[in-house]
């Protein structure tokens, strides 16, 4: 019984490193894109489509339910663009550009 448990656990440490490498390559990833304005001007887009700054009730519980998918994706862009030390560099830019 022990061992079930050890394999249980062994395999969930594992997953737990995986998951934390592949957000660790992403967070590269967003960082790398900053080095070029495109880049920069690209992550500014998507957060921008993805409704993260702005508030939105719509009536239709469909048009909800699809602005709601919209946002976790750029609310990920946000959480990565945070880790990578580069979120206020975006925005601030976004910013100035208005």
Known sequence: ???LYDDEKAKVKEQREAAAAYK???CGVVLRLTE???GKEFLRWLITVCGVLRVEYPADHAKAAWDAGKREVGLKVVSL????G???QIIREEAEHE
């Open 86 to 88: 580069v979120l206020e």
């Open 1 to 3: 019984m022990d061992e």
């Open 81 to 84: 663009a945070h880790k990578s």
């Open 36 to 38: 070029t304005n495109d």
């Open 24 to 26: 660790e390559r992403l």
